[in-house]
Nanobody
Framework: VQLQAFGGGLVQAGGSLRLSCVAS????????MGWFRQAPGKECENVAA????????YYADFVKGRFTISRDNAKNTVYLQMNSLKPEDTAVYYC??????????????????WGQGTLVTVSS
Protein backbone atom coordinates (compact mmCIF):
# COMPACT_ATOMS: atom_id res chain seq x y z
CA VAL A 1 0.00 0.00 0.00
CA GLN A 2 1.19 3.53 -0.74
CA LEU A 3 0.49 6.32 1.71
CA GLN A 4 0.53 10.03 1.02
CA ALA A 5 0.18 12.50 3.86
CA PHE A 6 -0.60 16.16 3.41
CA GLY A 7 -2.11 19.11 5.21
CA GLY A 8 0.89 20.32 7.19
CA GLY A 9 1.94 23.92 7.32
CA LEU A 10 2.73 26.90 9.51
CA VAL A 11 0.22 27.85 12.18
CA GLN A 12 0.27 30.04 15.25
CA ALA A 13 0.03 28.57 18.71
CA GLY A 14 -3.60 27.87 19.58
CA GLY A 15 -4.50 27.26 15.96
CA SER A 16 -5.70 24.15 14.15
CA LEU A 17 -4.67 21.96 11.25
CA ARG A 18 -6.13 18.83 9.73
CA LEU A 19 -3.78 16.26 8.30
CA SER A 20 -4.95 13.73 5.75
CA CYS A 21 -3.38 10.49 4.64
CA VAL A 22 -4.61 8.84 1.47
CA ALA A 23 -3.89 5.16 0.86
CA SER A 24 -3.76 3.36 -2.42
CA UNK A 25 -2.86 -0.08 -3.67
CA UNK A 26 -4.63 -2.41 -1.26
CA UNK A 27 -7.87 -2.67 0.69
CA UNK A 28 -7.60 0.28 3.03
CA UNK A 29 -10.37 -0.90 5.31
CA UNK A 30 -8.26 -3.90 6.35
CA UNK A 31 -5.50 -1.73 7.78
CA UNK A 32 -5.01 -0.32 11.23
CA MET A 33 -3.64 3.21 10.88
CA GLY A 34 -1.48 5.46 12.98
CA TRP A 35 -0.02 8.94 13.05
CA PHE A 36 3.53 9.47 14.30
CA ARG A 37 5.74 12.50 14.54
CA GLN A 38 9.42 13.25 14.73
CA ALA A 39 10.86 16.53 15.88
CA PRO A 40 14.48 17.51 15.14
CA GLY A 41 16.86 15.61 17.39
CA LYS A 42 14.09 13.47 18.86
CA GLU A 43 12.85 9.96 18.34
CA CYS A 44 9.77 9.15 16.34
CA GLU A 45 6.75 8.96 18.63
CA ASN A 46 3.19 7.83 18.23
CA VAL A 47 0.54 10.53 18.31
CA ALA A 48 -2.67 8.59 17.65
CA ALA A 49 -3.87 5.29 16.26
CA UNK A 50 -7.12 3.82 15.00
CA UNK A 51 -8.35 0.31 14.35
CA UNK A 52 -9.41 -0.88 10.91
CA UNK A 53 -13.08 -0.34 11.78
CA UNK A 54 -12.57 3.04 13.39
CA UNK A 55 -14.26 1.87 16.58
CA UNK A 56 -11.08 1.85 18.65
CA UNK A 57 -8.70 4.76 18.99
CA TYR A 58 -5.60 5.57 20.98
CA TYR A 59 -3.98 8.89 21.84
CA ALA A 60 -0.66 9.75 23.37
CA ASP A 61 -1.12 11.62 26.64
CA PHE A 62 0.39 14.80 25.25
CA VAL A 63 -2.36 15.15 22.60
CA LYS A 64 -5.41 13.88 24.48
CA GLY A 65 -8.24 16.36 24.29
CA ARG A 66 -6.55 18.31 21.47
CA PHE A 67 -6.15 15.86 18.58
CA THR A 68 -8.71 13.55 16.98
CA ILE A 69 -7.98 10.66 14.66
CA SER A 70 -10.66 9.41 12.30
CA ARG A 71 -10.97 7.49 9.07
CA ASP A 72 -13.21 7.28 6.06
CA ASN A 73 -12.79 3.84 4.53
CA ALA A 74 -14.87 4.81 1.51
CA LYS A 75 -12.29 7.48 0.71
CA ASN A 76 -9.22 5.43 1.74
CA THR A 77 -8.29 8.28 4.05
CA VAL A 78 -7.29 8.72 7.66
CA TYR A 79 -7.36 12.15 9.29
CA LEU A 80 -5.71 13.85 12.21
CA GLN A 81 -7.55 16.93 13.43
CA MET A 82 -5.17 18.98 15.54
CA ASN A 83 -6.56 21.76 17.72
CA SER A 84 -4.98 24.01 20.34
CA LEU A 85 -1.59 23.50 18.75
CA LYS A 86 1.52 24.24 20.77
CA PRO A 87 5.07 25.04 19.63
CA GLU A 88 6.15 21.65 20.97
CA ASP A 89 3.85 20.01 18.41
CA THR A 90 6.27 21.14 15.70
CA ALA A 91 7.47 18.05 13.87
CA VAL A 92 7.24 16.03 10.70
CA TYR A 93 4.08 13.98 10.91
CA TYR A 94 3.89 10.54 9.33
CA CYS A 95 0.99 8.21 8.72
CA UNK A 96 1.50 4.48 8.89
CA UNK A 97 -0.49 1.37 8.04
CA UNK A 98 -0.51 -2.10 9.57
CA UNK A 99 -1.72 -4.97 7.42
CA UNK A 100 -3.07 -7.25 10.15
CA UNK A 101 -4.84 -7.14 13.48
CA UNK A 102 -8.16 -5.85 14.72
CA UNK A 103 -6.98 -3.34 17.32
CA UNK A 104 -4.99 -0.12 17.27
CA UNK A 105 -1.20 -0.16 17.51
CA UNK A 106 1.15 2.49 18.80
CA UNK A 107 4.75 1.47 18.31
CA UNK A 108 6.88 2.11 15.26
CA UNK A 109 7.63 -1.57 14.77
CA UNK A 110 3.92 -2.44 14.66
CA UNK A 111 3.52 -0.82 11.25
CA UNK A 112 4.30 -2.15 7.79
CA UNK A 113 3.94 0.90 5.55
CA TRP A 114 4.82 4.56 5.95
CA GLY A 115 3.97 7.78 4.18
CA GLN A 116 6.49 10.45 3.29
CA GLY A 117 5.67 12.87 6.10
CA THR A 118 4.25 16.36 6.25
CA LEU A 119 5.81 19.20 8.23
CA VAL A 120 3.83 20.97 10.91
CA THR A 121 5.34 24.14 12.34
CA VAL A 122 3.69 25.90 15.26
CA SER A 123 4.93 29.39 16.00
CA SER A 124 4.71 30.97 19.44
Amino acid sequence: VQLQAFGGGLVQAGGSLRLSCVASGRTFSNYAMGWFRQAPGKECENVAAISWSGRSTYYADFVKGRFTISRDNAKNTVYLQMNSLKPEDTAVYYCAARASGTNYYYTVTDYDYWGQGTLVTVSS
